[in-house]
């Protein structure tokens, strides 16, 4: 899953991003309320942690913007454990607010949490024939079998799933799972395709993880496999 995470504290920032990306999540990070109001604004992320204080515009602004457009849940942080601050960021449709300091493993809960509310619980569930995959408690089965995953393979295979039938490229997927910018000089796009398929595809009798040759991959049932 996808998320934004404005705070222009630098050893906050990082370490709230390392822990989300250890977590299996895809985590873009902006320093300034400005920006990050544009990458919320332009992006396509599953839920933003917002500081409240921020150089460029506050929190609080960013989310009145925001909350014109998007319903993308919002879980804010702030050094100030003051009622009316909370107050007001609930009224201005934060989701959930945390205080600093904070247990990282109290934050991850809180954004699990609202991950799995509302409509956003059935959108954390996607299959493919008998294949299967929760977002939510990062648990991925084909046939009944619980698959193996490292936290690459999770997030390659929930990209897939959530776009089967759309054949991905490889710069694409190295953007969205490993961050960085495609180099045609390195193959860790088609390792990790590899290992990935020798999880979900060897074992069983229809294949679903095509190579589109020249193009990229692609996650689908074909006709000529076995239901």
């Given at each position: ?14 370490y709230v991003r390392k822990g989300l990306t250890e ?81 990282f493993s109290e934050l991850l809960a809180r954004i ?116």
């Open positions: 899953m996808h998320l934004l995470v404005i705070e222009d504290e630098l050893k906050l920032g990082d977590s299996g999540f895809n985590v873009d990070l902006s320093r300034d309320g400005s920006e990050g109001l544009g990458m919320a604004l332009t992006g396509t992320y599953d839920a933003i942690v917002l500081d409240v204080m921020l150089p460029g515009i506050d929190g609080f602004k960013v989310l009145e913007v925001l909350r014109k457009s998007s319903s993308t849940p919002v879980l804010m942080l702030t050094a100030r454990d003051d009622v009316a601050d909370r107050v007001k960021g609930l009224e201005s449709g934060a989701d959930d607010y945390l205080a600093k300091p904070f247990a699990r949490a609202l991950l799995r509310r509302g409509s956003l619980q059935e959108s954390t569930r996607f299959a493919l024939a008998d294949l299967q995959l929760d977002l939510t408690t990062r648990r991925a089965t084909r046939a009944g079998k619980r698959l193996d995953l490292t936290a690459k393979e999770f997030a390659l295979l929930s990209i897939l799933l959530r776009r089967q039938g759309q054949v991905l490229s490889r710069a694409l997927l190295a953007d969205q799972v490993w961050d960085m910018n495609f180099d045609s000089e390195t193959n860790v796009v088609e390792v990790a395709v590899r290992r990935l398929r020798a999880k979900i595809d060897d074992p069983f009798d229809a294949k679903l993880l095509h190579t589109v040759r020249g193009m990229g991959y692609v996650l689908e049932l074909r006709d000529d496999d076995p239901p």
